[in-house]
């Protein structure tokens, strides 16, 4: 096949793709949103492309077809059933986004000579690329806070490993002794890229895809230098750079009282719990960040917000239940089926392709790639390599399905665009919040919208944020609705809460502050601030006898919730101070040299 114009298009297509997310943050806060706006924006154009040009385009076989219908209706059932409609919209424009784009990178490689080899060298520029710049910013930033050309390190590991496979297809596949030799120097430079990142995940995913393809191959002399290079690489790189590194980098293997090891437990024990009380549908897709709050402890002092679970199966099985976990499962059981049935078995792509899906399943084991385009977009194109391989014929696309496609994409790309606005906005109210300050002007406060997204990068609501203004300026109203809105968005944020609890304390509205100061410290009853206005509270409404049938005093071993607890209860109206007396004897036993208690106790039996 001569490479026509309508080649080059694909072409340059594929290329635009690969590239489109590897684009900066812009001043955001995040760069997810504006590389999905790109690749919207590129399969907007490719489908415009086409339908001007009446270029053949084909849909999928009868099986690939009905797992995407299948995943439509189950987005469209889940949408309408979440807790926060907004967010499962935008989480479901990102999957659209996904397929749509799917069905472009098929069509384009089914029209590309040696298809696989293109990809190939497109992946050996983007790994050079992803890799001088993970390099430069090792030597130029802080080496505990750098990230690679991703805003997380293992997203930025994981973009390369997925590609490596294919770098050694390459090199085995080009005839030209430099240009292997070259191809051999690119394949050293991503794995010392993947070591000074240090992703746990991403070395382990290429040490086992060296001996995977030592197992599946005759390329044992190709395969074993890179091997013996990451194995060894990784250790002179631990020995010299242990001194500036927490435990976690300085012993990756070591996962006993790692913090983020621990992390990903709680939120897989976390994601069971919910997939429990919603086992078929779930809870609705984008939900997680918001259900998972619910069932946080928040007396931890070093609480991470889980916006994802860090395991795409259990955020399926929590957001789509057990229908959405068996639809994502069977394209991984299809695609296998398919290398098995539509490749030749002598083919050299065989083991490279199957590695490569063994990497994105790992991955999706232990993080989020279905969420990063970054990684999912090297996954998509294996997935286009192996999808092209079916008959197409009966599934030639009308001019209606362009009809269709490109003004979803139009809606996906415009909830991207608006998402992008939101996250530059965020980097202000984030770093406001943080360094306690107010720099936002309260006239530009009212060009934000804050009902899409309704959520931040950190799952308080957008709402959340602006009210904090309000309420520093005592425009308590303004602040009162948008909280109001902010409880509807995300009912478990505690950040809103507080600023609940602070705008009806200001209002006067002692009965509401009781019942939030009452819900925030159930959920941290070691948070002495939360105590005091509790205990104030509940004097105020006449349910100061209440607590004392609570084992707040059974339960607590902090001296200053019991010196609260008395000095809120003692003023109170009413008290039943015999039972105030029975308690303080508890505390005595507990705390016996703080003669505080003791002096209490003496002044209510006088």
């Not at 099986?63 to 926060?84: A, E, F, G, R, Y």
């Not at 746990?200 to 995913?205: E, I, Q, T, V, Y």
Request: charged share 15%; with cysteine; glycine share 2%.
């Amino acid at each position: 096949m001569t490479i026509n114009r309508t080649n080059i298009f694909d072409r340059l297509f594929i290329v635009v793709v690969i590239f489109s997310v590897l684009a900066p943050n812009f001043n955001a806060i995040d760069n997810n949103a504006i590389r999905w706006t790109f690749l919207s924006i590129s399969s907007i154009i490719y489908l415009l492309y086409n339908l001007i040009n009446f270029s053949s385009f084909y849909l999928f076989s009868k099986k690939t077809l009905l797992i995407i219908v299948s995943l439509i209706m189950l987005l469209t059932i889940s949408s309408v059933s979440s807790i926060n409609l907004n967010e499962s919209i935008i989480t479901s424009s990102k999957i659209l986004i996904t397929l749509i784009t799917l069905i472009c990178m098929i069509n384009s490689i089914s029209k590309i000579k040696n298809a696989i080899l293109f990809i190939a060298k497109i992946f050996a520029f983007s790994i050079f690329v992803e890799s001088c710049f993970t390099i430069i910013s090792f030597f130029e930033n802080e080496i505990i806070n750098f990230t690679g050309i991703s805003m997380n390190r293992n997203i930025s590991a994981f973009s390369i490993a997925l590609k490596i496979p294919l770098i050694i297809y390459l090199r085995q596949e080009i005839n030209n002794l430099q240009t292997k030799k070259l191809i051999f120097l690119l394949e050293i430079l991503s794995i010392t890229t993947i070591i000074i990142l240090q992703s746990r995940g991403a070395l382990l995913s290429i040490i086992l895809m060296y001996l995977f393809l030592l197992v599946k191959t005759s390329w044992r002399r190709k395969i074993i230098i890179p091997l013996i290079f990451t194995i060894v690489g990784s250790y002179v790189y631990i020995k010299n750079f242990a001194s500036l590194y927490n435990q976690k980098v300085i012993n990756p293997l070591a996962l006993v009282g790692d913090q983020s090891f621990t992390q990903r437990l709680n939120y897989y024990d976390t994601a069971l719990q919910l997939f429990q009380e919603k086992p078929f549908f779930g809870h609705g897709i984008g939900t997680w960040k918001i259900k998972s709050l619910e069932l946080l402890d928040f007396g931890e002092s070093s609480l991470i917000a889980p916006y994802y679970v860090h395991n795409d199966f259990l955020q399926f099985l929590v957001e789509l239940g057990l229908i959405g976990l068996l639809l994502y499962i069977s394209i991984f059981f299809f695609l296998f089926f398919l290398i098995h049935k539509k490749f030749q078995k002598r083919e050299t792509i065989i083991p490279i392709i199957q590695v490569s899906l063994l990497i994105f399943l790992l991955d999706s084991n232990i993080n989020f790639p279905i969420h990063r385009s970054q990684e999912l977009i090297p996954f998509l194109l294996i997935c286009s390599v192996i999808l092209s391989r079916q008959p197409k014929e009966s599934y030639r696309a009308s001019k209606y399905l362009f009809i269709l496609l490109i003004p979803l994409l139009l809606f996906c790309g415009y909830l991207s665009i608006k998402e992008n606005e939101s996250l530059i906005i965020q980097d202000k109210f984030i770093s406001d919040y943080y360094s306690q300050s107010f720099e936002i002007d309260l006239q530009e406060l009212d060009d934000v919208n804050y009902k899409l997204p309704n959520l931040s990068a950190n799952t308080v609501p957008i709402a959340t944020y602006i009210a904090r203004y309000y309420l520093d300026n005592y425009e308590l109203d303004k602040a009162e609705d948008l909280l109001d809105y902010s409880i509807t968005a995300n009912p478990f944020d505690i950040f809103t809460k507080e600023l609940l609890l602070s705008l009806n304390l200001q209002k006067l509205k002692y009965f509401k502050a009781y019942e939030v100061s009452e819900e925030l410290f159930i959920k941290d009853n070691d948070n002495e601030v939360y105590a005091d206005i509790y205990f104030f509270t509940s004097t105020k409404v006449n349910s100061a006898n209440d607590l004392l049938t609570l084992d707040i005093i059974q339960k607590s071993d902090n001296i200053n919730i019991h010196k609260l607890f008395y000095k809120n209860l003692k003023q109170a109206e009413n008290v039943d101070k015999t039972k105030l007396a029975e308690l303080i004897l508890l505390s005595i036993l507990k705390f016996p040299n703080e003669i505080y208690f003791k002096n209490v106790f003496t002044e209510l039996v006088k």
